[in-house]
């Protein structure tokens, strides 16, 4: 089965700093690749996505994420934290259903905090 | 536009009590999605609309659970006899999916059920 795994539960950097948050998904073939951001009582806003080509796609708010096939991976940085970055991240993989429509499957979320 | 919209925000009930939830996608878009999510998860797939049919629901979706989108608008999504167990965050995404277009889903704020 699909899954998205992002090991890192909480991290916490200082204001300034540069920041990477894992995601690793399992997935028979390359899959549409998205990173949410959701702040306390929100709904998910979209970050960034991948669904082809260039495989370092720049989102909003100064974050990029890089594809990297060998290692199933689709990472999150950012080079410099602002305090307001403080939320919960979601990595997140189209999976296509039985009947070939698709759903959004959810890592379980990364923490951040900001320290300043 | 104005973006995907729940209502209410918040629910408080009592268990054995039935509850509806409200979603009005970004207009045009031809489908719709409902996801929950529980603390410290990231949202799970419950069920998907293309247009007004309703096309895959998830295990999750018990038979207390029913969703509707008539007209190919709106959409309810209606939990009879509520558990305690159904406390959760309720997500609505749209999207608008057409040949050769990726599928970006734009979520909501989001319900917040409470059963008391």
């Known amino acids: 089965a699909q899954s998205v795994t992002q090991p890192d539960i909480h991290i916490t950097v200082s204001e300034g700093a540069s920041l990477e948050l894992r995601c690793n998904y399992s997935?028979?073939?390359?899959?549409?690749l998205f990173w949410y951001v959701q702040s306390p009582g929100q709904g998910l806003q979209l970050l960034l996505k991948?669904?082809?080509?260039?495989?370092l796609v720049q989102g909003i708010k100064g974050f990029e994420a890089e594809f990297k096939r060998s290692q199933s991976s689709f990472n999150l940085r950012k080079p410099s934290v602002h305090w307001s970055d403080a939320a919960e991240y979601f990595c997140?993989?189209?999976?296509?259903?039985?009947?070939?429509?698709?759903?959004?499957?959810f890592g379980s979320g990364t923490r951040l905090q900001v320290q300043p | 536009d104005t973006g995907v919209s729940q209502n209410p925000r918040h629910k408080i009930t009592k268990r054995g009590q039935n509850v509806t939830f409200r979603c009005d996608p970004i207009?045009?878009?031809?489908?719709l999605y409902w996801y929950r999510q529980t603390l410290g998860q990231g949202p799970e797939f419950l069920t998907y609309?293309?247009?007004?049919?309703?096309?895959?629901k998830s295990r999750l979706l018990s038979d207390r659970f029913s969703a509707e989108r008539p007209k190919g608008s709106f959409s309810t999504l209606e939990i009879q006899r509520t558990e305690q167990g159904d406390s959760a965050m309720y997500l609505c995404?749209?999207?608008?999916?057409?040949?050769?277009?990726?599928?970006?889903?734009?979520f909501g704020a989001g319900t917040r059920l409470s059963v008391l």
């Open positions: 995404a749209s999207s608008l999916v057409s040949a050769g277009a990726g599928d970006i889903q734009y």
């Open positions: 997935y028979g073939a390359t899959p549409y």
């Open positions: 991948y669904f082809s080509g260039d495989t």
């Open positions: 997140a993989v189209i999976v296509f259903m039985d009947t070939g429509r698709r759903a959004l499957t």
């Open positions: 207009s045009e878009h031809n489908r």
């Open positions: 609309f293309q247009n007004e049919a309703q096309l895959e």
